[in-house]
């Protein structure tokens, strides 16, 4: 395994819900700063007409145009703040009366014609002055005898400014906020959340050999674990029961070695009794060598089936001529078929892509076996069909059915279809798992079928991938 | 021929030394690396039997320092069956390797192929006694007497022939005249054996096919 750090899925969860609450509450907030400050605007604009409209009628009244001359004071005292300016005048002229406590400057602006309603669309906004919006609305108005005059009113926005710009701040700390409390309710909801998964660790931790037939309680889980949950103890399932079959195969093995060991010392305990003749004693080594060797064999298999490496296996395939292989199989065995009376037909065409001495151990263990148990005076047929896939080998022989009870059990370890008959020296029960193990090791497929006296073993390797 | 036999297992070091000695090789027997590889060092030999578990130094190691200074064939004995293993000890300069349990037929088999100098000539005449072999025509004639044989029937003659007074194990015959390279549990190699004698040795007083109880078959004019 590789060093990459592990993350943590709390952590993560909340920082997202963090990040995300924060994105919404502050995309929530622009929008509703927009419609607040484009109402404020409207608001604004709404007085600043309202008064540029008053202006205009009262300045038609030439009494007020003396008022204003005679009393400019009075209109001084009309806008009541600082951040707001009027001017009447002449155009071209020095204005008649210029209200301007700020001194704010003045910039010039069309006005509106004295038989047009001022509308929203006759204010002017301006920058203004130091990034303070300035909104100005100008109007002409007819004063006899004085002719034609321009109203100006604006109003510098300082206070819809410093209340907007609270507003950006009250949102922006409304969503940090909230972020902060999310990203730490929604750990804390996680971390709990999580809760079934460390109870299960815990659970999962707790099982070993000898407890293999424990499963994990998916009671109380939520819904998302429980697939988890099956697959695990589907696996414990699987795990129990190749540890039964270990263990069943070690006993096996086990009680298969009594017999030759039996042998060995009981022939030589006796032998050992007194003195004997050079040759019993030359028979008795004999003897034991036979039984040494049937045991190294069985070691020798016993190792083979235990080898799980189908990777080296699998390199060391070549593309073997099927008519090749089944002939020299029949040569093989040919004395041993005749010694029986039986004759071995060979026939196929094709290509095998198999590691040739596993492939070869394989024919010759189904051979060995149509051979012990065919009908003298029958024939061992052995075929090789290829097909799109791959190729089938066919092994079958005339003897005695086999009971369908015992077909599935054949490719198992040590069994023997009769107990008491088969435990010779030519058989130790490994056979056909062997033949099993070499078409897994391959990819293949194995069965076998027995049917009105015969029975066939049937091989599939498939064909070599481009 | 000159064995060195490294072998720490006592049983084995002395059924190695007394067998290799009976057959009438020099035989000289080291019982741990330390003293093997001294050995080997010293006496040039024609051949090493190296055992690779060892205490002190093992045979690896051995090997591995035997390398430096000599080329002398050597034959290593595992008990493990890994491929590792094997690839392990041929990669660092052995030459052959048995896996325990081995038949000594096979050692010796294995001991003689490392020792032959070049490539043997194949023959294409081969008398033995009244027998006679042509190898090219596959032709079989004893006393006189054409003996027809079946492929797989000459192959294990010719097999035999060309390995006079050696006992072949049967796995050794059932690799080299079928390419069967495993130990099957079936007697193919005895009842092959039984039909060529039926031709070759059954209707003659001089019988050249000899069983060697436990171990196999020798082909000798001897009995």
């Not at chain 1, 034609?148 to 949102?171: F, H, K």
């Not at chain 1, 296996?313 to 099927?322: C, G, I, K, Y």
Request: glycine share 6%; proline share 4%.
């Amino acid at each position: 395994m590789s060093n990459r750090r592990h993350y943590s899925l709390t952590l993560r969860l909340a920082l997202i819900f963090a990040l995300l609450a924060f994105a919404l509450l502050a995309t929530l907030g622009v929008a509703l700063y927009r419609e607040l400050e484009r109402e404020l605007i409207k608001r604004d604009d709404a007085a600043l007409i309202y008064r540029a409209d008053q202006l205009r009628n009262l300045l038609n009244d030439s009494n007020t145009l003396d008022l204003i001359k005679t009393k400019p004071e009075l209109f001084q005292n009309m806008l009541g703040n600082s951040e707001s300016v009027l001017s009447i005048a002449a155009p071209g002229q020095k204005p008649l009366l210029l209200v301007n406590p700020g001194n704010i400057e003045m910039p010039a602006v069309s006005p509106v014609p004295k038989d047009h309603a001022l509308g929203f669309a006759d204010v002017h906004h301006l920058p203004g002055i130091n990034g303070v919006p300035f909104a100005t609305i100008a109007a002409s108005i007819d004063s006899g005898d004085l002719g034609s005059l321009q109203v100006t009113t604006g109003r510098l926005m300082t206070e819809r400014t410093a209340m907007l710009a609270s507003y950006r701040l009250s949102v922006f700390f409304l969503a940090s906020i909230a972020a902060v409390i999310l990203a730490v309710v929604s750990y804390l909801l996680v971390h709990r959340g999580l809760v079934p998964l460390r109870r299960l660790a815990a659970h999962t931790q707790g099982i070993g050999v000898g407890n293999l037939a424990e499963r994990l309680d998916s009671h109380g889980t939520p819904k998302e674990l429980l697939p988890m949950i099956d697959s695990f103890n589907t696996m414990l399932e699987r795990l129990a029961k190749g540890f039964v079959q270990l263990g069943q195969v070690s006993t096996d093995m086990a009680h298969e070695l009594r017999t030759p060991i039996n042998n060995l010392l009981g022939e030589t305990q006796v032998a050992l009794q007194q003195q004997r003749s050079v040759e019993s004693y030359q028979q008795l080594l004999a003897s034991n060598v036979e039984e040494l060797e049937r045991l190294a064999r069985m070691l020798d298999n016993m190792l083979f089936l235990a080898r799980t490496d189908p990777a080296s296996a699998l390199r060391q395939r070549q593309e073997l001529s099927a008519a090749d292989e089944v002939e020299r199989i029949a040569d093989y065995f040919e004395g041993l078929a005749s010694d029986v009376d039986m004759r071995i037909q060979a026939e196929g065409e094709g290509v095998i892509w198999a590691e040739p001495m596993l492939l070869r151990r394989a024919l010759a263990n189904l051979c060995a076996n149509a051979i012990k148990y065919g009908a003298p005076r029958s024939e061992l047929v052995i075929q090789a069909i290829p097909n799109a896939e791959g190729i089938h080998l066919r092994v079958s022989n005339h003897g005695e059915t086999i009971a369908a009870e015992h077909l599935l059990r054949l490719f198992e370890r040590f069994y023997r279809v009769d107990e008491s008959r088969e435990r010779s020296a030519q058989s130790n029960g490994l056979g056909l798992s062997i033949v099993a193990t070499i078409m897994q090791l391959h990819n293949g497929r194995y069965s076998v079928s027995s049917e009105a006296g015969v029975t066939c073993f049937e091989l599939f390797f498939p064909r070599r991938e481009d | 021929m000159n064995i060195l036999v490294v072998e720490d297992e006592p049983k084995a070091g002395n059924y190695l030394l007394n067998g290799l000695q009976e057959l009438g090789y020099s035989v000289s027997l080291a019982r741990d690396g330390v003293d093997g590889l001294h050995q080997a060092l010293e006496t040039p030999f024609d051949v090493i039997v190296l055992d690779v578990m060892m205490p002190k130094m093992d045979g690896w190691e051995v090997l591995r320092r035997l390398r430096k200074e000599a080329d002398t064939p050597v034959l290593f004995l595992t008990a493990r069956d890994d491929i590792a293993d094997r690839i392990k000890g041929l990669e660092l300069g052995a030459d052959d390797y048995l896996i325990k349990p081995f038949s000594f037929a096979e050692l010796v088999a294995r001991l003689r192929t490392l020792t032959r100098r070049g490539p043997s000539r194949e023959e294409e005449q081969l008398q033995i006694a009244d027998l006679q072999i042509d190898v090219l025509k596959r032709r079989v004639i004893r006393a006189g007497t054409r003996i027809t044989l079946t492929n797989k029937e000459f192959a294990l003659l010719h097999l035999f022939a060309t390995h006079q007074d050696q006992v072949l194990s049967r796995s050794l015959i059932a690799s080299r005249v079928w390419d069967m390279n495993f130990d099957s549990d079936t007697n193919v190699v005895d009842v092959a054996v039984r039909r060529l004698r039926l031709k070759i040795d059954d209707p003659f007083q001089l019988k050249l096919i000899h069983s060697v109880r436990g171990i196999g078959y020798r082909f000798d004019t001897q009995p």
